[in-house]
């Protein structure tokens, strides 16, 4: 059985940049989400050089840019893509707002955290809708529902976002955080301490460690936080905000790229698993892409009230925004929906 090297994909070291060159720009409005007069598409008949750079290792979080680059979606909307593998949401984020990289997918909580420290980033496409946050337990743990973890052993990664939000799905769900006993530890040993029953249950992503334990055979059960009550946005397409008022024909022409590429993925999931496997073969097989790729499906429509990919409801913002000020801490004055220009966005939207 080939090993993942991935393990986590969010608040780890040391992320890539991202660079455009050889661009036609016109100005954008951020803030408002109004994007100027810049147009559904670049310069005609121009290859603009693009580099994305992820949240994280290539995975199934990620795999529609690998799929609509094999298919060659980004190249006939005039862009060159190149995508870098990052380390960590707020490593890639942090490279956004200080200019180092103009264009990346990060989760979107972080996006805020950095954008309420001054941060110029702006989300411009929140793809999977809500993150793939989940606790999860064996069978054989009898945790059926997340009351049961009162009086339970709980892994938990100190300071990852899962983490940070899980006094908010156990309040959610009537749970006293006291109640439930927290075993710090390390990303590497996680699955080993649930394996070994040294915890009954674990934090982590519903789309990276559920389907590794699955692969290895073992029967779980996983509480994802956006059905029980914290349904924050997930990985989101991010700009800087000072490039988007210079590329805004860049960025609508990216972002429905990036849309159609989704769709395509959707619809072609084992596809877009081998495209991942081909472009970044030292990351897994494609079976296990396509593991992966299966539960972040079910992420790109699973805003409560969705209709459409990337539109996010109001409410589910304004449910971000509280959950945000409460648990991570952000200034009480944050609007997050400030931090969102939703006109970079093609005015036809796929239905979920």
Same mark, same amino acid.
Not at 23 to 49: I, L
Not at 51 to 61: E, K, R
């Given at each position: 059985?080939? *090993?993942?090297?991935?393990?986590?994909?969010?608040?780890?070291?040391?992320?890539?940049?991202?660079?455009?060159? $050889?661009?036609?720009?016109?100005?954008?409005?951020?803030?408002?989400?109004?994007?100027?007069?810049?147009? /559904?598409?670049?310069?005609? @008949?121009?290859?603009?050089?693009?580099?994305?750079?992820?949240?994280?290792? =290539?995975?199934?979080?990620?795999?529609?840019?690998?799929?609509? &680059?094999?298919?060659?979606?980004?190249?006939?909307?005039?862009?060159?893509?190149?995508?870098?593998?990052?380390?960590? !949401?707020?490593?890639?984020?942090?490279?956004?707002?200080?200019?180092?990289?103009?264009?990346?997918?990060? +989760?979107? =909580?972080?996006?805020?955290?950095?954008?309420?420290?001054?941060?110029?980033?702006?989300?411009?496409?929140?793809?999977?809708?809500?993150?793939?946050?989940?606790?999860?337990?064996?069978? /054989?743990?009898?945790?059926?529902?997340?009351?049961?973890?009162?009086?339970?052993?709980?892994?938990?990664?100190?300071?990852?976002?899962?983490?940070?939000?899980? =006094? $908010?799905?156990?309040?959610?769900?009537?749970? =006293?955080?006291?109640?439930?006993?927290?075993?710090?530890?390390?990303?590497?040993?996680?699955? @080993?301490?649930?394996?070994?029953?040294?915890? +009954? $249950?674990?934090?982590?992503?519903? +789309?990276?460690?559920?389907?590794?334990?699955?692969?290895?055979?073992?029967?779980?059960?996983?509480?994802?936080?956006?059905?029980?009550?914290?349904?924050?946005?997930?990985?989101?397409?991010?700009?800087?905000?000072?490039?988007?008022?210079?590329?805004?024909?860049?960025?609508?022409?990216?972002? &429905?790229?990036?849309?159609?590429?989704?769709?395509?993925?959707?619809?072609?999931?084992?596809?877009?698993?081998?495209?991942?496997?081909?472009?970044?073969?030292?990351?897994?097989?494609?079976?296990?892409?396509? /593991?992966?790729? &299966? %539960?972040?499906?079910?992420?790109?429509?699973?805003?409560?009230?969705?209709?459409?990919?990337?539109? %996010?409801?109001?409410?589910?913002? !304004?449910?971000?925004?509280?959950?945000?000020?409460?648990? /991570?801490? *952000?200034?009480?004055?944050?609007?997050?929906?400030? +931090?969102?220009?939703?006109?970079?966005?093609?005015?036809?939207?796929?239905?979920?």
């Amino acid at each position: 059985m080939r *090993l993942h090297r991935r393990t986590w994909r969010i608040g780890l070291a040391i992320g890539g940049t991202a660079i455009v060159t $050889a661009c036609a720009s016109s100005p954008a409005a951020v803030g408002s989400g109004n994007s100027g007069n810049a147009g /559904d598409s670049g310069a005609p @008949g121009k290859m603009t050089s693009v580099s994305f750079t992820l949240n994280y290792l =290539p995975g199934g979080a990620q795999a529609g840019f690998m799929y609509g &680059k094999s298919l060659g979606i980004f190249s006939k909307a005039g862009i060159n893509l190149t995508i870098i593998p990052g380390s960590g !949401s707020l490593t890639t984020a942090e490279l956004v707002a200080n200019g180092k990289a103009d264009l990346a997918y990060v +989760d979107a =909580p972080t996006a805020f955290s950095v954008a309420a420290r001054g941060g110029a980033i702006t989300v411009v496409a929140p793809i999977l809708q809500v993150n793939g946050f989940a606790i999860i337990a064996l069978k /054989d743990s009898g945790i059926t529902s997340i009351k049961d973890l009162a009086g339970k052993r709980l892994g938990v990664i100190p300071g990852l976002a899962p983490t940070v939000l899980l =006094p $908010a799905v156990l309040s959610a769900n009537g749970v =006293p955080m006291s109640s439930v006993h927290q075993v710090n530890m390390q990303s590497s040993s996680q699955l @080993g301490a649930l394996l070994q029953h040294r915890v +009954d $249950a674990i934090v982590a992503a519903g +789309d990276v460690q559920g389907p590794q334990l699955l692969e290895r055979g073992s029967q779980i059960t996983q509480f994802f936080y956006y059905a029980n009550g914290v349904p924050t946005v997930g990985e989101s397409i991010v700009a800087n905000t000072d490039f988007l008022k210079t590329h805004g024909a860049l960025v609508k022409a990216f972002v &429905k790229a990036s849309l159609e590429s989704w769709v395509q993925t959707r619809a072609n999931p084992s596809a877009a698993a081998a495209a991942v496997a081909q472009q970044f073969p030292e990351e897994g097989t494609a079976s296990q892409e396509l /593991d992966q790729i &299966k %539960v972040d499906l079910k992420l790109l429509c699973a805003a409560p009230g969705a209709t459409h990919m990337a539109q %996010v409801p109001g409410d589910v913002w !304004s449910r971000n925004q509280s959950l945000l000020i409460k648990y /991570d801490n *952000l200034p009480a004055s944050t609007k997050v929906t400030d +931090d969102v220009a939703t006109g970079y966005l093609p005015s036809s939207l796929p239905a979920c």
